[in-house]
């Protein structure tokens, strides 16, 4: 229940269904493949494929953190609970058609992670206990036909991971999940799905499910010496032919991969993070891709193989069951066999209709628990933390961020050949409303302090690039002289060409050390470029060829703010762990957080080398 005594799936929207629900979600009818020549009679059967992809642990359209239903700028819904009422109205419209085969229905991976409800029952309450997994339990109510692995079903390790296979009433598939030892599939590689047509013969659909070779970095701790990941295309290449031989008319991937080549992990590994096109146009016999874990929205997407000349059509729902994809693949007999003459897709909007009762009744009772828990104790802390001043003053709120980084880094690095380097962080002030009280802490508490769903990443930089770093950063401030008080206004979210009205806080980054500190001062008075001096580490001048490894967020190791060097310096971790639930981690397992342990001042800012005063 909420504070207002509302039950927690209660939503701002009216209730829609059938075509309704379709029309209001942004379904657009397409005319079926009007060709001909290809022998039968020319009838044209049209298949429809649903497909959801990194719903990352949501079922309700709930902020658990924000302990209020979720919205956003775009005032998406999330939830699998509103994609079933979605599914529902596609299997109506195409069941009124007598002659039309029945919708699959596919997922793209990231199921079991990513909100405190995926969390409690892989950590708290785990479902190696005998619960099933609240993901296991609202896909099997709507009805999935095949799923494949994300890199997410890996950070609990493969207990958990197995459990959720076994409570799932259709196929968990990964073909490049690899046996560490004899390479052969460790998950099921594809699933034949025999589709009735009335007074037809069925169409046999072949769905191949790939996931990403990153996983071998980034939960490398869960599988190393157990599975190894080869490349999407690759493996496509060898299971597309194979799922062809077994008797497929229809090809589907269903890959966690998204559209375009780039990898977050550089030339760590031999093969592309993102590669659903590359796979689409090099890999003959595939008909349809649903693309996964790249969190875009690309309702259709066509490419042309380069060896068969035919097109694939691919897809990517956005993610959280914001969107559904609808593919659409158009058949006609030739010489006796089914055969895609035509293709299309879009996405369905899932904030246009309300959650599923269904969905709903199942999973309330884990929903309320989770609720409860969220907002429950979790530890204490010895004094209250404000990120109120944050933005001009060094806070004990910030540096529980950065310590918290850094501390998960150090420890990664153990026997690697960073493991002597200094280990340094960097945090924005997110939330100057955010805050952790003295007594007991709460895991919204907590996760106030970090809002976004940042991952971690770690990477090496020198004391040049450390300093230009800060510089860049520094370009928060406005040009001021006199040592004040200034309202914080006339200091901070200085205008630049980039951000005409004013930097944002979350584009202003503080950096500090784990074992030493790192301190400087910021000088406004001085012209942009020219702001950090006295730069120091452990009080000794940090020279220019002095290596560091700085912990960052995924936003600002891709660029996010264009922060010099960040983007191009060696990754040397990167186990994608969100940085906000590292932090309600630590206060779960030390029970205490006390400022005493991680909070020294080590920045101020100056004018002309004279401390200012600044009032919030």
Do not use: C
């Not at 958990?160 to 998950?187: E, H, S, V, Y």
């Not at 999407?232 to 032919?241: D, F, R, S, T």
Request: no cysteine.
């Amino acid at each position: 229940m909420t504070d207002s005594g509302e039950r927690t799936t209660m939503t701002r929207r009216t209730v829609i269904g059938g075509a309704a629900a379709l029309a209001a979600a942004g379904f657009e009818a397409v005319p079926a493949y009007a060709g001909g020549g290809h022998g039968h009679g020319d009838k044209t059967v049209r298949l429809s494929v649903l497909g959801t992809t990194d719903l990352h642990g949501n079922v309700f359209n709930w902020d658990y953190f924000k302990n209020t239903e979720y919205d956003d700028t775009a005032h998406n819904d999330i939830g699998l609970a509103k994609i079933s009422t979605l599914v529902t109205a596609v299997r109506k419209r195409i069941a009124a058609d007598r002659h039309a085969p029945r919708p699959l229905l596919l997922d793209a991976g990231d199921t079991i992670q990513g909100t405190p409800l995926a969390y409690y029952f892989a950590k708290i309450e785990p479902i190696t206990g005998g619960h099933i997994h609240p993901m296991a339990a609202a896909m099997n109510v709507i009805g999935y036909d095949a799923a494949a692995l994300g890199n997410h079903e890996f950070n609990y390790g493969l207990d958990i991971l197995r459990k959720f296979q076994r409570q799932l009433r259709f196929p968990l598939l990964g073909a490049n999940a690899q046996d560490w030892t004899t390479g052969l599939p460790a998950f099921p590689p594809y699933v034949l799905q025999r589709v009735h047509v009335p007074g037809e013969k069925p169409i046999t659909v072949g769905i191949l499910g790939l996931t990403n070779p990153g996983i071998a970095i980034w939960d490398k701790a869960n599988v190393e010496n157990k599975l190894k990941f080869g490349g999407i295309v690759e493996l496509a290449k060898i299971w597309v032919p194979k799922v062809r031989k077994a008797g497929a008319d229809v090809v589907i991937v269903s890959a966690h991969s998204g559209m375009d080549l780039s990898s977050s992990y550089g030339d760590a590994l031999p093969v592309p993070e993102n590669a659903s096109v590359l796979m689409a146009e090099t890999v003959p016999g595939i008909d349809a891709v649903l693309v996964g874990h790249a969190h875009l929205e690309i309702p259709e997407r066509l490419v042309t193989n380069k060896t068969t000349g035919e097109q694939v059509v691919l897809s990517e729902p956005l993610k959280w069951g914001m969107r559904l994809s609808l593919i659409d693949l158009d058949l006609q007999k030739v010489r006796g066999r089914w055969k895609v003459v035509g293709r299309h897709s879009q996405v369905l909007n899932a904030n246009t209709v309300d959650a599923d009762p269904r969905v709903v009744a199942v999973l309330q009772k884990d929903h309320d628990k989770v609720v409860e828990y969220v907002n429950g104790k979790i530890g204490t802390s010895k004094e209250a933390m404000s990120a109120a001043t944050a933005p001009w003053e060094d806070t004990a709120a910030l540096d529980f961020v950065n310590f918290v980084q850094a501390d998960a880094v150090s420890k990664a690095l153990v026997g690697t050949p960073q493991a002597s380097l200094p280990v340094l962080a960097i945090a924005a002030p997110f939330n100057r409303a955010a805050a952790i009280p003295a007594g007991d802490v709460s895991v919204r508490d907590v996760a106030g302090l970090y809002i976004f769903d940042n991952t971690l990443l770690a990477v090496t930089m020198t004391g040049t690039q450390i300093k230009a770093y800060l510089e860049f950063s520094a370009q928060y401030f406005k040009q001021i002289t006199g040592t004040g008080p200034f309202p914080s206004d006339q200091v901070t979210n200085a205008p630049t060409p980039t951000a005409p009205t004013g930097t944002p806080d979350y584009n202003y980054d503080i950096m500090g050390g784990l074992t030493k500190p790192l301190t400087y001062t910021i000088d406004i008075a001085k012209a942009v470029g020219s702001r950090i001096t006295d730069l120091a580490y452990d009080g000794t001048v940090v020279a220019a060829d002095q290596e560091f490894v700085v912990a960052v967020n995924n936003y600002r190791q891709s660029g996010g703010g264009n922060f010099p060097h960040v983007s191009t310096a060696p990754v040397v971790y990167n186990r994608q762990v969100e940085i906000r639930q590292l932090m309600i981690d630590y206060v779960s397992t030390t029970g205490t957080v006390d400022p005493a342990t991680f909070h020294t001042i080590d920045w101020s800012l100056t004018s002309n080398g004279s401390p200012i005063t600044v009032t919030a």
